[in-house]
């Protein structure tokens, strides 16, 4: 079973992804970027589920770097789920190695299509 990390400091979206991935995916959560990283490295997730803008020390951008520069972590996959919208932040996510890039709101199922793309890739 596939192992999904949602990092996300809303309760509600991590609870809507949830639901959405069903029973297919082994799901963990964590609300900041530290711990999402923590969590990240302890599991070894074969997909990050991951929101740009977190309170705390990082943000969604420095948690990305930080897992591509990590040699443990390099198959893991990661989505960016947003609401920065703009072609820049496009275009930084991206080039950081996003697997792909969601703006909120956004729709559960191509979410879900997404993941389930990057997974089989």
Do not use: C, W
Not at 18 to 36: H, I, N, P, Q, W
Not at 42 to 55: E, G, T, Y
Not at 64 to 93: F, H, S
Request: aromatic share 4%.
């Amino acid at each position: 079973m596939n192992k999904i990390l949602l990092v996300d400091d809303h309760s509600d979206i991590r609870r809507l992804i949830r639901l959405t991935l069903g029973k297919d995916f082994e799901v963990l959560e964590a609300e900041d970027g530290m711990t999402g990283l923590d969590i990240a490295r302890k599991q070894k997730p074969d997909l990050v589920v991951l929101d740009v803008m977190m309170p705390g020390k990082m943000d969604g951008l420095q948690v990305l770097d930080a897992i591509k520069a990590d040699p443990q972590l390099t198959r893991t996959r990661v989505i960016m789920v947003t609401a920065r919208g703009q072609a820049r932040d496009y275009e930084d996510g991206m080039q950081r190695g996003a697997d792909a890039y969601f703006i909120k709101p956004f729709s559960p199922l191509q979410l879900i299509a997404a993941i389930k793309h990057s997974l089989a890739g």
